[in-house]
């Protein structure tokens, strides 16, 4: 059985990973701002009440992510996969990043969320994660952040920050490669969420069980790789 912590569980793609998890049989210790109104998430604890231990993180915090590292190490002995999964959009709902509308604050936020966090909690987490065999480290990113395939103006707030994520990614596998710890850059596709919105062409089930399957696979010398959900290697 292995010990999964999730980022960003009270919806979308979060509580997915979370759901999966769960129904393969691993012990998910699953995070998110505000547990008391993640409603699904509560009725996952009704269903798992022992394998689903529930945390409350906003990433941003540093007292937060201190506090439920203590937490989370007097409850397990390690951490075998990291889901950097939470993200925003938007530091501010009213501003859409788009030339004429570009916000230092903004930036800011999502930077902080999409970029700087993953590296915050992979940090924190290390000790945990060097304690398993074969620990992996998946960041949620967006094939919006591939420099290579970007062919469109907008969004510069949210795509710079999934570009900033690949590179930390890239980074961390250096520095976690002899530690045996895979990393990995993931897009989840376009995706039916909140985030996704409306118009996205796949519902969550079928690329975040491929997710699964695929951080499952990869191995050391996969790491600091861009990926899509399929396996299929992105350009940066
Ligand atoms: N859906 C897509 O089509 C798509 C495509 C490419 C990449 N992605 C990436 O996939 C990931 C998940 O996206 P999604 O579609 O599931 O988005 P979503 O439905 O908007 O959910 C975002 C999740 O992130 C959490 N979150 C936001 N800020 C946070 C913070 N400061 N601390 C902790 N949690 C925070 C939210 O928590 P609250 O409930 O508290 O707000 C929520 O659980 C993101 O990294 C996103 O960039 C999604």
């Not at 292995?2 to 990973?17: A, Q, V, Y």
């Not at 990995?184 to 409306?198: N, Q, R, S, V, Y």
């Not at 699964?212 to 899509?228: A, H, M, P, Q, Y």
Request: charged share 25%.
């Amino acid at each position: 059985m292995k010990n999964i912590f999730i980022t960003g569980s009270s919806r979308g793609l979060g509580l997915e990973f979370t759901r999966q998890y769960l129904e393969k049989g691993e012990t998910v210790l699953a995070s998110c701002r505000n547990p008391d109104s993640a409603k699904e998430l509560q009725e996952l604890k009704h269903k798992y009440p022992v394998t689903l231990q529930i945390f409350k993180l906003d990433v941003t915090k540093e007292d937060e992510r201190n506090k439920i590292f203590k937490e989370v190490k007097m409850n397990v002995s390690n951490i075998d996969i990291l889901i950097n999964n939470a993200g925003i959009v938007s530091g501010d709902e009213k501003k859409s990043s788009v030339l004429g509308e570009i916000y230092k604050e903004d930036f800011g936020k999502v930077f902080l969320v999409n970029s700087m966090a993953p590296l915050l909690m992979s940090e924190k987490f290390l000790p945990l994660l060097e304690k398993s065999d074969n620990a992996k480290i998946a960041n949620i990113t967006s094939l919006t952040g591939s420099i290579a395939k970007r062919n469109v103006g907008g969004k510069y707030s949210y795509a710079s920050s999934k570009a900033a994520l690949n590179m930390i990614t890239k980074i961390l596998s250096n520095d976690l490669r002899d530690k045996g710890i895979t990393t990995l850059a993931i897009h989840p596709g376009w995706i039916f969420t909140d985030m996704g919105g409306p118009n996205a062409p796949q519902q969550k089930e079928e690329p975040i069980s491929m997710i699964i399957d695929l951080v499952e696979r990869t191995e050391i010398s996969d790491s600091g790789k861009f990926l899509d959900w399929q396996g299929n290697e992105l350009p940066w």
